[in-house]
């Protein structure tokens, strides 16, 4: 059985060794392990891979607890490969993110469940048919926002979703759904982060007359486009680009950027503290 | 006599081949033609590289008055290469862009003369000396800047120069000197403006946790930080690295889009209108 | 109506200026002109986009003709925007490329018709399906080889396509096909090229320890790998990723830069000559 | 004491944990872990960072070789940053990529000695006398190629020399020296390697018509431009440019590229097996 281990705690003399005994004790063989420590913050971060061989989950974790977690005051958080994460997908109106999503889950790219995709609108429903996915058409306005976020909430928990992705979903998540799931909302916008947060980046973005424009991918938080950053990537513009040819390169970085950064947090490697992301690659 | 003629003027029918009939009736042959319509702002721009045998210059440039830019109100200049332009350097306490201007300046990679190095402080002399170029040491505070200013000014009239790069100058410019100089003053901002405007963009970089650094080239402008961009690039970084890791790897950055902007002003590649640029590569 | 002049001759005075005047001449508006001398081909290109009203566009080839293309010896073509081009797909059995066109089609990104998609495997159908886009499967082997190709060309025939697309199609395409479809056919290399030409190019550059890898898109010419290339990009790797890391990361870059080279060439950005490309963007 | 150790051997169970536990054992402070299993060659590789007080070296390196080293059959080093490794630069006429070294040097962000600058033409004599660094002219002719050689091996044991770096050197390294400084000989060749090995790669570039230029540093082999690569970069052409744009464009690379490889090297990041790297950034 693979045991993906992530740890973080205030940095201190002896963690990789006392950690790394603690596996070979327990019988298992270490496959990876990355390591970090945030100078500033002092803070000791770990991302272990192991192989182990007929191991009782429940002893190894209270092992953990006693023997590590407590000495070290460590954060610390268990995830096997034996069930698949289940990843609600939200969107609006733009089809080229959720296309990438499907085709890659299609192909086997994305080891998860997508129970079903959530709109206020009706107009991506073809896609999910295309990919056979259930499709939940929730409209609201000003008056029954709430409301309909009561519905959102009790799908999520119907279907027991892991974590959402926000796929060009257009819309501000409330701070209730956000601490549901912390650090479990990804969304992409479309700039370089912290340039151009809020509405239509790429018109304020050829507005300044940049020469290189950008889409970031993060974790949702309470504060509009401020999370934790997952993933950024860039592509060169020049004057001879209108807005809409923005739109059109920011489309291939949008859907490129927001894969990755979904992958990243399938796999565990995505840590988050101080409002900043550790990604082991 | 290879003459570079720059063009802009509201858009309208006509203007390409009036522009290109009028070069042809004085007997230029046109080696290089950029066009650009910014259809927003409705704006023709043109950036137009003739050879000339023999050319009476002041008539073409009466001429082409008559013949065109009152009829089009075109803003035009024209530009041969009889003549290096003439590039003071502002520098603080970094070397690296100072550094790269002048190997590049020794291996004749940029057309210029550089009449004077100047800064307000003493530590850069010795590259100077290094390059034999006079350097200015001008200290300036709070209470004697304007006067300081006043040097700074007359240097520049004494040696005809024709623009100025701020090489991590570190100083902001005053508006007179703005005026003397309209998009002639260049200057390399540590950051991918508009992110992380004003002091520490590292420091601010790092708190904020992206994934990308970058740096600016732009034309100064009163406005801190916010002149038309000439030039950008960026690098990627992740947690691991620190701010002094942030500040390495954007020295290399910076010295390289400076030198690349400089290299477009010197050739004359770049047009500026509405707070932006028009880049003619 | 929009019309597209493409046109390259060897270099000489006066072109442009007799080409705009031309247009100017026959009441077209040029709204956009791009032009580009080899000089150590001595060649001359030119892209023109012009706006016409009422044009008799038969009369304007013929005057073109007579007028410009027999005095400069120019090669040229005409193009509106009055049809869509038809264009082919063939595929094997990996979906990236595939779902990434029809899922662009979609979205009406790509001004195209796409009347089929042929394999000579089954596997991709489903796709096809998905998307309401007849799927041809014509498998073939050593021995039958010639024959599918005759059914093959009776189908792009029947159909009227005008250009046909590779998408990770991981067949050699015969010079009967290469010659009905000279400079028309798209192909998508797992590689940037020159490098890793070939079969399995991810392997050879995981064995090489490269730290980039690429893809490159070309026009097929009887030479494997070694057409005219259009578009190429790349992405960073380490020696933390395996075979199987490359693959992944290169079918972003597959799909994206295929992507490029389908759009320029259907706005008619592309032109060939000396097995290289001249691209307007 | 900052001590770094590398260390690579056949992958088996157990030995991070047994490493780890042994500088603790001997009072260390693991500061920094880096760890790669190449799966297909079944090689485990690791870089340790670790503090020391009052260590004493010898016992410490005793205590390795019978506790770890022959347990696991691990070829290793070990390195403190008590001594400044020299290196000698050997150039040829080219003078940016000198000039990049030189100034890093002389900002201390390179933490080395020079002892020498080495070169078969006279021409940068007078960079070298810019910083006060010897320079030794040794030319050479097909006839008395090997005795100078002899000159050169001379030299850099006079020096002590720990590694070289060719800095645009355009001459081939022969065996005798390449055997006496395996894995510390750094090139810095003008194309993104295996592409255009050999002569005038900016000129096969441009024959190619490639969308992309790039230059690759790499540790200098018999095998000519076939060495392990330490370092790529890469940047976008297109048409417009002649081959000395490419040149130009690419000085920016080689002097970039070479930088940061002389940079890992010293901070002994790298590790060489199977003719790749690990690069532990």
């Not at 257009?170 to 809020?198: C, E, R």
Request: aromatic content about 10%.
């Amino acid at each position: 059985m693979k045991i993906i281990i992530l740890i973080h705690c205030p940095d201190q003399k002896g963690i990789i060794s006392s950690v790394t005994g603690f596996i070979q004790n327990h019988s298992g063989n270490i496959v990876y392990l990355d390591q970090h420590v945030d100078k500033s913050a002092n803070v000791f971060f770990m991302r272990l891979e192991s192989d182990f061989e007929n191991v009782d989950l429940e002893l190894l974790e209270k092992n953990f607890n006693t023997e590590l977690a407590d000495k070290y005051a460590m954060q610390w958080s268990l995830h096997t490969d034996s069930k698949k994460p289940k990843m609600a997908i939200f969107v609006s109106k733009y089809n080229h993110c959720l296309y990438d999503l499907l085709s890659r889950f299609n192909s086997g790219e994305l080891p998860v469940e997508i129970p079903f995709i959530l709109s206020n609108h009706p107009d991506l429903k073809y896609v999910a048919d295309q990919f056979d996915i259930p499709y939940h058409y929730i409209p609201f306005n000003k008056e029954n926002r709430a409301e309909c976020e009561k519905k959102q909430i009790a799908l999520l928990k119907e279907y027991e979703v892991d974590f959402i992705v926000l796929a060009r979903y257009m819309q501000i998540v409330s701070g209730n759904l956000i601490n549901l799931y912390p650090d479990k909302i990804i969304n992409i916008h479309h700039s370089f982060l912290p340039a151009f947060a809020g509405a239509k980046p790429y018109h304020a973005a050829f507005e300044r007359g940049v020469k290189i424009i950008g889409a970031t991918s993060h974790y949702v938080t309470e504060e509009l486009d401020a999370g934790p950053i997952i993933e950024q990537d860039v592509t060169p513009v020049s004057h001879i680009h209108s807005i809409s040819d923005f739109i059109n390169k920011g489309r291939d970085l949008e859907k490129i950027v927001l894969s990755r950064a979904v992958k990243l947090h399938v796999h565990r490697k995505t840590m988050v503290y101080n409002n900043k992301t550790v990604i082991f690659s």
